[in-house]
């Protein structure tokens, strides 16, 4: 099984820039493609991005296209979401996750972290 953790949201403001991290343990982080998604109050649950196994492919949402890089470090078992020209419809509570199947819908992922909240101001 794969935990995760997210870490590096906060409060920034428009035209800037975060990282987020997912941590992961267990010893299936290897084997298991990973993805972000996304939660603004009052909207249904979000794709972001999504990175396969072996990070040989990646997959990013239109509205956040040329703005957001997804990335994973093997060795460190983490996931990375840099996040730069953020908008104020990126206010969001970020939640990363881990499956067997690739593709941007979330019923693909079976393990889900508890989230960071990410808010940006204008």
């Known amino acids: 099984q794969v935990y995760l953790v997210e870490s590096g949201g906060g409060l920034v403001q428009a035209g800037g820039s975060l990282r987020l991290s997912c941590a992961a343990s267990?010893?299936?982080?290897?084997?298991?493609?990973m993805a972000w998604f996304r939660q603004a109050p009052g909207k249904e649950r979000e794709f972001v991005a999504a990175?396969?196994?072996?990070?040989?492919?990646?997959l990013t949402a239109d509205s956040v296209k040329g703005r957001f890089t997804i990335s994973r470090d093997v060795d460190k078992n983490t996931m990375y979401l840099q996040m730069n020209s953020l908008k104020v419809e990126d206010t969001a509570i970020y939640y990363c996750?881990?499956?067997?199947?690739?593709?941007?819908?979330?019923?693909?992922?079976?393990?889900w972290g508890q989230g960071t909240q990410v808010t940006v101001s204008s």
């Open positions: 267990g010893r299936s982080f290897s084997l298991a493609h």
């Open positions: 990175i396969s196994r072996s990070a040989d492919r990646t």
């Open positions: 996750a881990a499956g067997d199947i690739w593709g941007s819908s979330g019923g693909m992922y079976g393990r």
